[in-house]
Nanobody, 128 residues
Framework: QVQLAESGGGLVQAGGSLRLSCAAS????????VGWFRQAPGKDREFVAA????????VYADSLKGRFTISRDNVKNTVSLQMNTLKPEDTAVYCC?????????????????????WGQGTQVTVSS
C-alpha cells in the first residue's frame, strides 16, 4: 500500500505558476500509474494528468495541454505537476492518486474510480 501526500499549493495571481508535488511513502511509485485530479467548489472531480512511473508516459486532459506538465523524479520518489499561465478557473483542490499498473494496463485512466490511493489534496487559488 502506498500513502500519498501533496504539497506546493497556495495563492497565485492569474498568469503565474505553481509546482505541486506528490510524495509516496510506504513504498515507491515503481509499478504505479500516478494521476492528478482537481475539484472546484460545487463541481465534480476532474482529471488533470497522469504518468506511468515505469515508462514516463503521460496523458493530459485536453483542455490543459500546453499549460500543465506532469513529471516524475526517480530519486525523490515524487510526481510533480507544473502549472503555468494559471487562470482563476484553475482554482481547486488538487489531489494526486495512484493505481497499480502492469505493462498491459492502459494509461488512459481518467475516472477517479480508476485509482485506489489518494492524497488529502492541496488548495490552489488563482486570483484575478
Amino acid at each position: 500500500q502506498v500513502q500519498l501526500a501533496e504539497s506546493g499549493g497556495g495563492l497565485v495571481q492569474a498568469g503565474g505558476s505553481l509546482r505541486l508535488s506528490c510524495a509516496a511513502s510506504g513504498r515507491t511509485f515503481s509499478g504505479y500509474l500516478v494521476g492528478w485530479f482537481r475539484q472546484a467548489p460545487g463541481k465534480d472531480r476532474e482529471f488533470v494528468a497522469a504518468i506511468r512511473w515505469r515508462t514516463g508516459s503521460t496523458v493530459y486532459a485536453d483542455s490543459l495541454k500546453g499549460r500543465f506538465t506532469i513529471s516524475r523524479d526517480n530519486v525523490k520518489n515524487t510526481v510533480s505537476l507544473q502549472m503555468n499561465t494559471l487562470k482563476p478557473e484553475d482554482t481547486a483542490v488538487y489531489c494526486c492518486a495512484a493505481r497499480a499498473s502492469s505493462v498491459l494496463d492502459g494509461i488512459n485512466k481518467y475516472q477517479p474510480s480508476d485509482y485506489n490511493y489518494w492524497g488529502q489534496g492541496t488548495q490552489v487559488t488563482v486570483s484575478s
